[in-house]
C-alpha cells in the first residue's frame, strides 16, 4: 500500500477484477481525505473525497473507506477496465495554523490493468 | 469552463535564467496554490493562496516568488533558476472551505540545463 516515505508501490491487475489501493497517513488530526487520478502527461484528477465523520462513501463503480483507528484509507474500483491505468494519490487535508489547511500527498500507487 | 490553465506546458532554461509560470482559473475559487511533482516524490506545496492579496509559503518555497494581485491568476516565479528546479508543476485551485477538493491544471515541465 502507499505511504509517505515509501517508493512508488505497483498493482497490476486483469481488466474487469475488482482493484483496492491502499493508503496510510500520518496526522490523526486530519478531517478530510481525497483520492485523485493521474494519467501521463496530466495533472490529477479528483476521484472521490470522504470526511472524518464518515467511514464509507461510494462513487460510480469506486469507493473509499476509512479507518481512523489505524489510519488507513483505501480506494477500491469495480470491474477495472484499462481506462483505471494511471497512478492514484491519496490526499489528507490537515490544519496548518489559524483558518488555514493544507493538502499532503502521498507518492502513489501505479495501477496497471491488464486486457 | 476551461478549469486550470497552466502555461506554458513545456520550458526549457539555462541555470540563472529567469521565468514566470502562469495559471488562471475561470472558477471563481478563492484558495490557489502551485505544487512540484518529482520522481518518487509525490507532489510537494511550493505556496498557496486563500485570496486576491494573500499569499503563504508551503513546504518547498525557496527559490520562487508569487502574487496574487486578482482572484483569477497565481503566477509562479523563478528568480534565478537552479538545476533542482527540473520539475514538473502544477497549479490547483478550489473553493473557499477546508473540505473542498483541489482542481489542478495539467502541468508545466521545466527543464534547467
Known amino acids: 500500500g502507499e505511504s509517505v516515505g515509501l517508493h512508488l508501490p505497483t498493482l497490476s491487475v486483469q481488466e474487469g477484477d475488482n482493484s483496492i489501493i491502499n493508503c496510510a497517513y500520518s496526522?490523526?488530526?486530519?478531517?478530510?481525505f481525497i483520492w485523485y487520478k493521474q494519467e501521463s502527461g496530466k495533472g490529477p484528477q479528483f476521484i472521490i473525497d470522504i470526511r472524518s465523520n464518515m467511514d464509507k462513501r461510494q462513487g460510480q463503480r469506486v469507493t473509499v473507506l476509512l479507518n481512523k483507528t489505524v489510519k488507513h484509507l483505501s480506494l477500491q474500483i469495480a470491474a477495472t477496465q484499462p481506462g483505471d491505468s494511471a497512478v492514484y494519490f491519496c490526499a489528507e487535508n490537515r490544519k496548518s495554523g489559524g483558518s488555514n489547511y493544507k493538502l499532503t500527498f502521498g507518492k502513489g500507487t501505479l495501477l496497471t490493468v491488464n486486457p | 469552463n476551461a478549469g486550470v490553465t497552466q502555461t506554458p506546458k513545456f520550458q526549457v532554461l539555462k541555470t540563472g535564467q529567469s521565468m514566470t509560470l502562469q495559471c488562471a482559473q475561470d472558477?471563481?475559487?478563492?484558495?490557489m496554490s502551485w505544487y512540484r511533482q518529482d520522481p518518487g516524490m509525490g507532489l510537494r506545496l511550493i505556496h498557496y493562496s486563500v485570496g486576491a492579496g494573500i499569499t503563504d509559503q508551503g513546504e518547498v518555497p525557496n527559490g520562487y516568488n508569487v502574487s496574487r494581485s486578482t482572484t483569477e491568476d497565481f503566477p509562479l516565479r523563478l528568480l534565478s533558476a537552479a538545476p533542482s528546479q527540473t520539475s514538473v508543476y502544477f497549479c490547483?485551485?478550489?473553493?473557499?472551505?477546508?473540505?473542498?477538493?483541489?482542481?489542478f491544471g495539467d502541468g508545466t515541465r521545466l527543464s534547467i540545463l
Open positions: 472558477m471563481n475559487h478563492e484558495y
Open positions: 490547483a485551485s478550489r473553493p473557499t472551505g477546508s473540505n473542498q477538493p483541489q482542481h
Open positions: 496526522n490523526s488530526a486530519s478531517d478530510y
